[in-house]
């Protein structure tokens, strides 16, 4: 994305020099999707959804951020608190019974945890994603603490990360799942 900020500010190229070596993933997965994390997604319930724009603030996610950190003490990205936060509208919205189970699947970049495959340095340009696969209750992610709700997410990116962690410390061999 750097890359094409700069290019589109009048940069004849970008400042970090592109590299690709898609040879450094040697049996790079599909995206395989358990049908149990997309059952919920497939039922009528779901039929009647309606499309909405929504507006958050910067300052919006600045204060949900810096709750995050007063209550934890500890530190969560702009894409944890969106998430968290657009699952918990839904899940509102949804109104599903209490004990309902509901899942979130969500991209997981996974460049940063595998630098030990990939090239080193910035510039890398391929692509490196993960389903990660988050569950819990309707109930849970209604009314729980939203801190607990933000921590279940990077609960499930922490999951991921390890996954696909194992995943390239065993070469690349086994099929990769998400979940």
Not at 43 to 64: A, E, P, W
Not at 144 to 163: L, M, P, W
């Amino acid at each position: 994305m750097n890359a094409v900020a700069e290019i589109s500010r009048g940069h004849p190229k970008p400042t970090v020099k592109p590299i690709w070596l898609r040879e450094s993933i040697p049996n790079p997965q599909k995206f395989i999707i358990p049908k149990s994390a997309y059952n919920a997604a497939l039922t009528s319930s779901t039929n009647n959804l309606k499309q909405h724009i929504i507006d958050i603030s910067s300052d919006q996610i600045n204060k949900l951020k810096n709750n995050f950190i007063e209550e934890t003490d500890e530190n969560c990205s702009t894409f944890d608190i969106l998430t968290a936060l657009l699952w918990r509208v839904r899940t509102r919205a949804v109104n599903g019974e209490p004990r309902a189970n509901v899942t979130l699947t969500f991209p997981t970049d996974m460049r940063p945890n595998l630098n030990q495959v990939l090239p080193c340095g910035s510039g890398y340009y391929g692509n490196l994603l993960y389903a990660s696969l988050v569950k819990s209750t309707s109930e849970f992610v209604g009314q729980a603490a939203f801190a607990e709700v933000v921590k279940t997410v990077r609960d499930a990116k922490q999951r991921s990360f390890k996954k696909c962690s194992t995943w390239s410390s065993q070469g690349f061999d086994e099929e990769l799942v998400t979940g």
